[in-house]
């Protein structure tokens, strides 16, 4: 049976760094969100084609992190608290739906153009909208396919606007989908939610940490 060589392996390992560092480095320079397009486009300019040397979404994100903490700083760390507390008191508006915060603005790795993303909870397809409307927030209608879980996707309706600057997209799931986390783009698990208290927590321990407590 053929086994490749360490130093072969240690080659592949290098490779899928340089391709996950390049990846993350377009993600965080050009506003990519994609991690597959990431991917490809990294590997493309490092002339890199084998699979083999293709690294995991996990490791472009923890590459982002990595990018992140070493050239944006302080400007990185601001954007994300503003973000975040955007997102409690866009929450706190549409606390009727069972609001849950998801996505980079969550998991840290929001940049200047990351959208503020909200999982809401109606069975009545219909009712967010008209929230919005009689709150004259003029809002985008599409449509977005999540995977429910590996055998399972489901499109649900997702409403797009801006205020005060920021992007926000609110994906509209039923309430059952409460029990139920879509899957990550990033590690196809559960993807990680946090409720509003939750969130409100999380900013006490960011400033906490910005405070040196």
């Given amino acids: 049976?053929?086994?490749?060589?360490?130093?072969?392996?240690?080659s592949t390992r290098q490779r899928r760094l340089r391709v996950a560092h390049e990846a993350a480095r377009l993600m965080a320079d050009s506003g990519l969100h994609d991690y597959q397009q990431a991917k490809r486009k990294a590997a493309e300019r490092l002339g890199i084609h084998d699979d083999a040397s293709l690294p995991r979404n996990t490791e472009i994100e923890q590459a982002l992190r990595e990018h992140q903490r070493l050239f944006a700083g302080a400007a990185h760390v601001a954007a994300l608290r503003q973000r975040r507390q955007s997102a409690v008191e866009a929450m706190e508006f549409l606390h009727a739906f069972a609001p849950r915060l998801a996505g980079p603005v969550l998991d840290g790795t929001a940049d200047a153009r990351s959208p503020v993303q909200l999982y809401?909870?109606?069975?009545?397809?219909?009712?967010?909208?008209?929230?919005?409307?009689d709150h004259g927030i003029p809002a985008q209608a599409h449509t977005r396919r999540l995977r429910m879980d590996r055998e399972h996707s489901l499109d649900v309706p997702l409403w797009t606007f801006s205020a005060d600057e920021l992007a926000f997209e609110l994906l509209v799931l039923p309430y059952d989908a409460l029990r139920q986390s879509p899957l990550s783009i990033v590690d196809d698990r559960p993807q990680r939610r946090a409720t509003l208290s939750q969130l409100r927590q999380l900013l006490a321990e960011q400033d906490g940490t910005l405070l040196g407590t």
């Fill in 1 to 10: 049976m053929h086994r490749s060589s360490p130093h072969a392996s240690h």
């Fill in 120 to 133: 809401l909870h109606s069975d009545d397809a219909d009712a967010v909208q008209r929230h919005l409307d």
